[in-house]
Every structure is written in C-alpha cells, then in structure tokens.
C-alpha cells in the first residue's frame, strides 16, 4: 500500500467515524457554551453584528454557524444536528491542514525519517520509516481530534486547531524557504485562528518569533516579524474595532482576565452576591432580587437562552483583575497533575516501552531546538490556559488541549532517540507501538460508544425535556426561572430564556423545606416575569452528570497522592416530596415545573 493510498483511507475513515458521532449525538447539546455560540450565530444570521459581538467568545465560529442558518434555516429542533454536521465539515478542514503540517513535518526534518532496522554509513540514530510516521501521526490524530475533542461539541475548537497544524506547517516550511509572502500567510491563518478563540495568541508570538530565527539578519528578522503581526491584525482589526465601539474603549477581548478571577482568584462571582468592592467596580452588575435565598434577575438585558453566559464580559465590565501569586502556583499545580492524569501517563507508558528494552547508555535526549518550532507553541498555549482556568474547579473538559497533545506526542518521538543498535531499533519499535495501541484502543473505545449510541437511537435527556415542556404549555419565547445546578441546553434546545436562577436553595436549620420553598416562589412572581420555574433535583445533563464525576474522582485522588483536600463546590440542595406537592413532575425527566402565572 502506497502511502498516498494510506491518507486517502484514513481521511475516508475519519470522516465516516465524524458522521457517525454526529448522528449518535444528534439530540445532545455539550455544555453551556454550546448555547452561547447557538444565540451568537442565530445574532449573526439576522445580521445583529451590535448583539452579536462581545468580549468573551470569539466571533469566528458563530459566524460561520449563523450563516449555515441562515442558507439552510434549518428548524428550532434540527439546528443542534444542523451544527454537528458543520462541524464535520470543519473536521475536513481541520484533517486537510493536518495533512499539510504532516507532509511538511516530514520533508522538513528529513533526520528524523529512515528505514528503521538498518545500519547505513554514518547513521547514528534509529528511525522510523515514512509510513510509520504517518501510522503514528494518524492514529494520535484520530484519538484526540475525535475523542478529546469531537463532533458533537458545538465550539471552536476545531477552527483552533485547523489553525494551528496549518501554522506549524506553513513555519516549518519558512525554515527551508523563507519568504515575506510566507510570513504573511503565517500571520494571517494565526490572525484566523485568534478570531477563533482567543487562546491562540501564545501559540501566534510563539510561531512567529521561532519562523524569524533563522534569518540570517537583524534587518530580515525585523521586517518579516512586523509583516507577521501587521497581517495577523489586520484580519483581527474588524473584531477589535467592534469590541472598542461596544464597550467604549479599545479591547481585544475580556476572557482571560474573567477566567483568572473566576476560576484562579475567585474574587468575583459571575451569579450571586459579589463582594461589595467587586461589584462597586461593575458597570452592569445583575439585579439581585434576594440574598436569602440567593436569586439573581437579568430580565431583557441580553436577548440570549442564559444571559450570564451569553456574554459573561457585559457583567463583568468594570472588573479590575487582581493577581494572586499563591492562587496562580495552586491553580498550575492542580492543572498539571490533571493533564498528566489525562495524557501524561500514556506518555510515561511509551517512555518506559522504550526504556525497558534499550541499553541504559543507548538512549539519547536531543533534538530540542530543532523541533522547538513543534512543541513549543503548543505547549506555551497549553500553558497559557491552565494560567488563567483552574481545570479541576471548573468545567473541567480536555478538549482545549487536543492539538496541542498530537505535536508534543511527535515531537517525543524526535526528540527521544535511539541508538542505531539491534536493542536501540528493537526499543524504537517498542516506543512505536506502544503509543499506536494506546490512542487506537482509546480511539476503538469511544467509536463503539458512538455506535452504541445509534444503535440505540437515544435522545438525551435535555431535549426530551424540551418536548415535555412543551406538551406542558411552555412555548418558545417563554420566559423561566432555574432552580438547581444546572445547565441551560434543555432551554436552549425548547427556545426558552432563562430570566433568573436561584443560586442558593439551602434553608437555614429553622426553616423546613415547604416554607423556603413557597418563599422562593412568592418573590419570583413579584420579582420577575418569568412564565415558569424549574426545578431540578438532580442534574439531566449527560456532561454535567460526567464532569461532576470527574471532578470528584480527581479531587479524592490528589487528596490521596498529595494528603492535600481541594474544597468542594456547595451540595445540590434536594426538596423533600412534601414541599413539592404543588410543582408538576415532568414526563419522564428528574425535574419539576411551577407555572408562576
């Protein structure tokens, strides 16, 4: 088999394995911040730019999502799939700029391509063959691209990293043929890839500065690093320029420094009472109808599913980001132990294949600075990340760092080396092999997961919500109150709009469930227009439902490594059946309804 024949029958295969995790998540929306880009690109399809644009999440995919809306106008109840199979189409891309880095990662650092197993002049090192590159390469890609990341996840992330491989290729051929046309072709996918998502501006300083390098001369270095950046912000110049209209001054986006103060310095609380020098800083801070119980209204101030999340950056306009040295160290540290418990150990099982057949002295670490130009953009963006979230405390999803895990992954193998020696080949094939069955049984492993799913043809418990409270008289449009911990995909996907959330359910010791909870429905109907509250004793949400697994699990195994206890996110208060004889149970979901008028 050629190896033109063998990309031809991975890309086939990936893109039947993305339309099969398309359909197996047809009814399910990922998070919350799936509902955010939806009412950005709903925004953007009426041409709402005003609206549409804010401070937190990057325009780029919304976009392209509200023109698929609207060419195809797809209905309410099929915009999710319409969006999932967007994505696979974003997959293509992404697989084709794969490709383009693959193919120059290979030409470009020709050492690192042999035939492995034989001996050959002055060849030091042993080698894996072309095919076996691309067998490594592609089988990383397809676990992480899909099962990290994935089809179902209505975000950017695919744009990030389409972004990310082209760069890395385009810098890579800089090397060889260095070019001003180039450097602006590198500033402008860079530039792309920050209208994407903002976390591409480590990786942008990082590929340009590395790609001007080898040049051979002060004067050359200057002027390609200033075309670089001139053609990276000319294609963000519009989204700035939109973002210093909106909020009055000159911006390039607010969800760095609102992460770190939500996530890493926990001075400010996007819903509940904010300590009082917090909110004296904000210029729009949300109406707080109650302080015991805790319920916050943003009524008619944003037209999105949930306000708060739509566009965290309007309640958070005025906040000034405090830096705190001991939260940071924390925050790294608990990011750190939680990559490694996600990817670091398959590295460390490929490192120890390797190690356990070469001979102590046949294994050399080099190669550092000749795939500097790889690893270090991804890592410094992956650092850029766990510097501003605190993983393990919020939603804590691997699917950030799915890119990044493929080019550090390679640039292991190019680094880690191997004596030209019967046991130095013999550990290379190892190593080899190794990584192929991890990230193919992790690959295998969530395809039937997915096939499981079609086979069964669920529909997940949010969007059989959305039907129920339909059939129960809610209409789109309608306005509710959250009761619960909960995410806002079921209103969402029922085109309801959350108005206000009850933060905090719990009644102090004097005050029995009934009561507490007749309180909160009496200031709802004087305090809001809301139509309806709903209440949740438990969370629907199959991500929800994992994430707080998740967390959990981590968090009792850092206790256990380290002796040290994270604090734990307050307990779901539960109603006893008695005080809720007056909500209606909803068909076939864990969840109650008060119609408030």
Same mark, same amino acid.
């Given at each position: 088999?050629?190896?033109?024949?063998?990309?031809?029958?991975?890309?086939?295969?990936?893109?039947?394995?993305?339309?099969?995790?398309?359909?197996?998540?047809?009814?399910?929306?990922?998070?919350?911040?799936?509902?955010?880009?939806?009412?950005?690109?709903?925004?953007?399809?009426?041409?709402?730019?005003?609206?549409?644009?804010?401070?937190?999440?990057?325009?780029?995919?919304?976009?392209?999502?509200?023109?698929?809306?609207?060419?195809?106008?797809?209905?309410?109840?099929?915009?999710?799939?319409?969006?999932?199979?967007?994505?696979?189409?974003?997959?293509?891309?992404?697989?084709?700029?794969?490709?383009?880095?693959?193919?120059?990662?290979?030409?470009?650092?020709?050492?690192?391509?042999?035939?492995?197993?034989?001996?050959? $002049?002055?060849?030091?090192?042993?080698?894996?063959?072309?095919?076996?590159?691309?067998?490594?390469?592609?089988?990383?890609?397809?676990?992480?691209?899909?099962?990290?990341? $994935?089809?179902?996840?209505?975000?950017?992330?695919?744009?990030?990293?389409?972004?990310?491989?082209?760069?890395?290729?385009?810098?890579?051929?800089?090397?060889?043929?260095?070019?001003?046309?180039?450097?602006?072709?590198?500033?402008?996918?860079?530039?792309?890839?920050?209208?994407?998502?903002?976390?591409?501006?480590?990786?942008?300083?990082?590929?340009?500065?590395?790609?001007?390098?080898?040049?051979?001369?002060?004067? $050359?270095?200057?002027?390609?690093?200033?075309?670089?950046?001139?053609?990276?912000?000319?294609?963000?110049?519009?989204?700035?320029?939109?973002?210093?209209?909106?909020?009055?001054?000159? &911006?390039?986006?607010?969800?760095?420094?609102?992460?770190?103060?939500?996530?890493?310095?926990?001075?400010?609380?996007?819903?509940?009472?904010?300590?009082?020098?917090?909110?004296?800083?904000?210029?729009?801070?949300?109406?707080?109808?109650?302080?015991?119980?805790?319920?916050?209204?943003?009524?008619?101030?944003?037209?999105?599913?949930?306000?708060?999340?739509?566009?965290?950056?309007?309640?958070?306009?005025?906040?000034?980001?405090?830096?705190?040295?001991?939260?940071?160290?924390?925050?790294?540290?608990?990011?750190?132990?939680?990559?490694?418990?996600?990817?670091?150990?398959?590295?460390?099982?490929?490192?120890?294949?390797?190690?356990?057949?070469?001979?102590?002295?046949?294994?050399?670490?080099?190669?550092?600075?000749? &795939?500097?130009?790889?690893?270090?953009?991804?890592?410094?963006?992956?650092?850029?990340?766990?510097?501003?979230?605190?993983?393990?405390?919020?939603?804590?999803?691997?699917?950030?760092?799915?890119?990044?895990?493929?080019?550090?992954?390679?640039?292991?193998?190019?680094?880690?080396?191997?004596?030209?020696?019967?046991?130095?080949?013999?550990?290379?094939?190892?190593?080899?092999?190794?990584?192929?069955?991890?990230?193919?049984?992790?690959?295998?492993?969530?395809?039937?997961?997915?096939?499981?799913?079609?086979?069964?043809?669920?529909?997940?418990?949010?969007?059989?919500?959305?039907?129920?409270?339909?059939?129960?008289?809610?209409?789109?449009?309608?306005?509710?109150?959250?009761?619960?911990?909960?995410?806002?995909?079921?209103?969402?996907?029922?085109?309801?709009?959350?108005?206000?959330?009850?933060? &905090?359910?719990?009644?102090?010791?004097?005050?029995?469930?009934?009561?507490?909870?007749?309180?909160?429905?009496?200031?709802?109907?004087?305090?809001?227009?809301?139509?309806?509250?709903?209440?949740?004793?438990?969370?629907?949400?199959?991500?929800?439902?994992?994430?707080?697994?998740?967390?959990?699990?981590?968090?009792?195994?850092?206790?256990?490594?380290?002796?040290?206890?994270?604090?734990?996110?307050?307990?779901?208060?539960?109603?006893?059946?008695?005080?809720?004889?007056?909500?209606?149970?909803?068909?076939?979901?864990?969840?109650?309804?008060?119609?408030?008028?």
């Amino acid at each position: 088999m050629t190896n033109d024949r063998l990309k031809t029958i991975f890309f086939v295969l990936m893109i039947a394995v993305a339309l099969i995790q398309a359909f197996a998540y047809n009814t399910a929306a990922y998070s919350t911040d799936d509902c955010a880009y939806l009412d950005q690109a709903v925004l953007f399809a009426q041409f709402d730019f005003k609206q549409a644009v804010n401070t937190y999440w990057s325009p780029l995919f919304p976009f392209i999502v509200g023109m698929m809306l609207k060419i195809f106008s797809p209905p309410l109840a099929q915009q999710l799939m319409a969006v999932k199979l967007l994505n696979v189409c974003i997959f293509a891309l992404m697989l084709s700029c794969f490709n383009f880095f693959l193919s120059k990662f290979i030409s470009g650092f020709p050492e690192v391509v042999g035939v492995a197993g034989e001996l050959s $002049g002055d060849l030091t090192y042993a080698r894996l063959s072309q095919r076996q590159w691309l067998i490594l390469a592609y089988s990383l890609f397809a676990w992480t691209s899909l099962y990290v990341g $994935g089809v179902n996840q209505a975000t950017p992330d695919y744009l990030v990293s389409a972004s990310l491989f082209l760069a890395t290729g385009i810098a890579i051929d800089i090397r060889s043929k260095p070019s001003v046309r180039k450097f602006g072709l590198l500033g402008a996918v860079l530039g792309l890839g920050y209208l994407a998502k903002a976390s591409m501006i480590p990786s942008m300083v990082t590929l340009i500065f590395i790609s001007m390098m080898p040049l051979p001369n002060i004067r $050359g270095k200057i002027l390609n690093v200033i075309v670089a950046f001139a053609c990276a912000g000319l294609i963000a110049a519009p989204y700035w320029l939109a973002l210093s209209v909106k909020t009055g001054s000159f &911006s390039i986006g607010s969800s760095a420094g609102l992460n770190y103060m939500l996530w890493v310095n926990p001075g400010y609380s996007l819903l509940g009472n904010n300590k009082p020098d917090v909110e004296k800083q904000l210029i729009h801070p949300m109406v707080s109808l109650s302080d015991k119980p805790d319920i916050v209204v943003f009524e008619d101030v944003l037209p999105a599913t949930f306000p708060p999340w739509f566009d965290p950056g309007y309640f958070a306009q005025g906040l000034k980001v405090v830096v705190s040295p001991t939260g940071s160290a924390i925050a790294l540290v608990l990011n750190v132990v939680y990559l490694f418990c996600l990817f670091g150990w398959q590295l460390l099982a490929i490192g120890v294949a390797g190690r356990s057949i070469a001979e102590k002295q046949s294994i050399v670490m080099s190669g550092w600075k000749e &795939s500097l130009i790889i690893w270090l953009p991804a890592v410094m963006t992956a650092f850029g990340i766990c510097t501003v979230i605190s993983l393990p405390s919020g939603f804590s999803t691997p699917r950030y760092f799915a890119s990044t895990v493929v080019l550090v992954y390679l640039s292991y193998f190019f680094v880690r080396k191997f004596l030209n020696t019967e046991r130095g080949r013999k550990a290379m094939q190892a190593s080899f092999m190794t990584a192929c069955v991890i990230s193919g049984a992790l690959f295998a492993y969530g395809v039937a997961g997915d096939v499981y799913r079609v086979a069964r043809g669920r529909i997940d418990q949010p969007a059989r919500l959305a039907v129920a409270l339909h059939e129960m008289g809610l209409n789109p449009g309608d306005k509710v109150v959250l009761i619960g911990k909960e995410c806002a995909e079921w209103a969402r996907i029922a085109g309801l709009k959350i108005s206000a959330i009850v933060v &905090s359910e719990k009644p102090d010791q004097m005050t029995d469930d009934k009561t507490y909870l007749r309180s909160i429905v009496e200031k709802l109907k004087t305090g809001t227009r809301a139509k309806a509250a709903v209440y949740f004793p438990e969370p629907i949400s199959d991500n929800l439902v994992e994430e707080e697994a998740l967390i959990r699990n981590y968090r009792n195994l850092f206790t256990t490594l380290t002796g040290i206890k994270i604090a734990s996110p307050p307990e779901r208060s539960r109603f006893n059946q008695e005080s809720l004889e007056d909500w209606k149970k909803v068909r076939g979901v864990e969840c109650y309804l008060y119609f408030l008028r």
